[in-house]
């Protein structure tokens, strides 16, 4: 066994998954790593292809903005197809898809490169160069994936909006970022109803003006609008000579940015968290290995959206990085009957699974006889990521789905950290709810106000203490609101924005989120966009957002609204808010609740105290109200 006996509701693995496991022995691993991560990290990177060598490791001269593998020259396109086409991986399936509708499309590591190159050479006749931002806006289609690719192929610097968010996050975003050029879906399919990707684009092409061409991806041949002299189809150009099946690679400094992802913080509008060629390869690469256990016959699928961290890290790049064979599909769970996905894991015989707890409890509800209608024995590992997972939910996730013998690999990161922070790996005892431990080569603690490190089960900040190859470098543009946010409450630590409490065997379990980011349905949403959505109404003079407890998305979003004096109070007029933060941000910001209020409880400094709000709606008592406004 792999570790001292350890207490409670304890899930150890069978021998069998120990046997195929990379890591058999977590202990000696984490051993090694902790005596010197710098060379645990430097023998991952080794495994890799570098155009040059780094100079050193980890440059940590000017704390917090670390560089990792300074002066190394590579890119991670020529390490994700490149360098496997070399290889008899060639003709191996990169990527397997199903559309919502039945469609089947596949694409070896050979194909993905041709069309990675071939988008890349229309991207480059439009001008777009080394450093240019481009902005992809589509549903879960291979095309989504291949724009990345092309981007960081030829140096550009991707900025993924989710198709599930609407005209002002994605103006919002467009603006920021600066982008030259927008690569857009007519639209996608959702639940049989199709979401119209270009119009919404088209509306928020208006409030924004950087972008000089859109290129538009035929899926669902609906009528669009194409707007002369800025509007082109990508199948059109993608039959032009210049389209070729060859593009030379951009030769990148390890530092050199890779892509942007806006994501919510405390305040304000969402940021850019930027991520480098370097470390992010080094860090998706290794922790996907390790943890889902990647093998060259294994079929992986996870379930996220590329157009959240965790689609980028682990459909995107670490997939390919490992020269994994990946499926992705467009559309619903439960899109036409609740059996869809375990339809399509016996249909392509998936090994590896890889959702979130919200998915989990929503295929939950519709009982065992779908799962139980379908030969799901080709699964092997199992994942949860994106909240905290109810022990319920794990336990069935683990009996109905794993059969008892796939191992759930609870991973906890962000869109910040890269890659995986705290998970445990196939051959760890698992306690259903706790991501386990760190990382080998993570150190992370648990401390109180005062920052001491708080005692077993106390709950506390969750910090990091040493750097990481895929640690965010900053937040675009703002080098500032990087360090005061992350980098200033506890000097020389990582703030992480979570509680969590560790047991006596070292095992952490997270809480929640301390700040003002709400996770509902595992999506990573701010109160204060959901508040700027709601003003943005003519009717709205104010308004407060906070989450509160849901059985099914984790958190549901409750909002406070202080109406214009001028305006009649009627019956549609919630319906009527609800339609416009779905319009503005997106279906998934749509409020669960809307109170009219005449007031909203302050700070003295004109704070809205959202912890009021909260215990008030949950009953609870009110503790240390002394910063009120009278
Ligand atoms: C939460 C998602 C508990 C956490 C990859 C974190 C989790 C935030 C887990 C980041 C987990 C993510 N257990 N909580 N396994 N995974 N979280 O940036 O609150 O969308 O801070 O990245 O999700 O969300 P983000």
Not at 220 to 233: Q, S, Y
Not at 341 to 362: C, D, H, S, V
């Amino acid at each position: 066994m792999n570790q001292k006996k350890i207490s409670g509701d304890v899930y150890s693995p069978s021998q069998q998954v120990i046997d195929k496991a990379h890591v058999k022995d977590w202990n000696k691993l984490n051993n090694s790593a902790f005596e010197n991560y710098l060379d645990f990290w430097e023998k991952e990177a080794n495994e890799l292809h570098w155009f040059k060598k780094w100079d050193k490791v980890l440059d940590d001269s000017n704390k917090p903005f670390f560089k990792w593998f300074t002066n190394a020259e590579v890119n991670i396109v020529y390490n994700c197809l490149d360098r496997h086409c070399e290889t008899p991986r060639r003709n191996k399936l990169a990527l397997l898809w199903e559309g919502e509708k039945g469609e089947f499309r596949g694409f070896s590591y050979f194909a993905l490169k041709r069309e990675t190159c071939r988008t890349a050479n229309v991207l480059k006749s439009l001008g777009v160069k080394k450093g240019d931002r481009v902005t992809i806006y589509m549903g879960r289609i291979p095309e989504l994936l291949i724009s990345m690719l092309a981007c960081a192929r030829i140096g550009a610097i991707h900025s993924v909006v989710y198709g599930g968010f609407t005209v002002e996050a994605l103006h919002e975003r467009l603006e920021d970022s600066q982008s030259k050029v927008l690569i857009v879906a007519d639209g996608s399919y959702q639940r049989g109803k199709i979401v119209p990707l270009k119009s919404i684009a088209d509306e928020a092409l208006q409030r924004a003006a950087t972008v000089e061409s859109v290129l538009v991806v035929k899926r669902t041949g609906e009528p669009i609008n194409m707007e002369p002299g800025r509007d082109m189809w990508l199948h059109e150009l993608l039959a032009l000579p210049i389209a070729n099946s060859t593009c030379s690679i951009e030769i990148m400094d390890a530092e050199d940015p890779l892509f942007m992802l806006y994501t919510s913080g405390t305040t304000g509008k969402p940021k850019a968290i930027l991520h480098t060629h370097g470390g992010y390869m080094v860090g998706t690469y290794s922790t996907l290995k390790y943890v889902f256990d990647i093998h060259d016959e294994d079929r992986y699928w996870c379930a996220a959206d590329p157009g959240w961290i965790t689609g980028h890290s682990y459909i995107v790049y670490g997939p390919l990085l490992n020269g994994a064979t990946s499926f992705m599909y467009e559309g619903a769970p439960t899109f036409p009957y609740p059996n869809r996905w375990w339809q399509m894991i016996e249909k392509y015989g998936i090994n590896i699974l890889y959702t979130a707890p919200t998915a989990i409890r929503g295929l939950m509800r519709f009982g065992e006889a779908w799962p139980n209608r379908h030969d799901l024995s080709s699964l092997r590992l199992l994942g949860s990521v994106g909240e905290p997972i109810n022990p319920e939910a794990w336990k069935w996730y683990h009996r109905v789905i794993g059969k008892d013998k796939c191992p759930i690999m609870d991973t906890w990161w962000q869109t910040e950290t890269g890659m995986f922070m705290i998970t445990p790996m196939p051959c760890v005892d698992l306690k259903p709810g706790s991501a386990t431990r760190p990382f080998p080569g993570i150190e992370m603690d648990i401390l109180n106000e005062q920052g001491e490190s708080v005692k077993p089960n106390e709950v506390g900040n969750l910090v990091i203490k040493t750097p990481w190859p895929s640690i965010m470098r900053t937040i675009y543009n703002d080098p500032d609101r990087f360090v005061q946010q992350y980098w200033s409450k506890y000097p020389g630590m990582y703030l992480t924005g979570d509680s969590a409490r560790r047991d006596e065997d070292g095992y952490i379990w997270v809480i929640g989120r301390v700040d003002d980011v709400i996770k509902v349905s595992g999506y990573r949403l701010g109160t204060a966009e959901v508040e700027s959505a709601l003003v943005s109404h003519p009717a709205v003079a104010e308004a407060a957002a906070i989450g509160l407890p849901h059985d099914i998305k984790g958190n549901a979003i409750y909002t406070y609204v202080i109406l214009k004096s001028s305006v009649v109070k009627h019956d549609k007029l919630i319906e009527e808010l609800r339609q416009h933060v779905s319009h503005e941000l997106g279906p998934i910001a749509k409020p669960e609740h809307i109170e009219f209020v005449e007031s909203l409880p302050k700070t003295r400094s004109g704070k809205i105290m959202r912890r009021v709000l909260r215990a008030r709606a949950l009953g609870e008592e009110l503790k240390d109200l002394s910063t009120l406004e009278e």
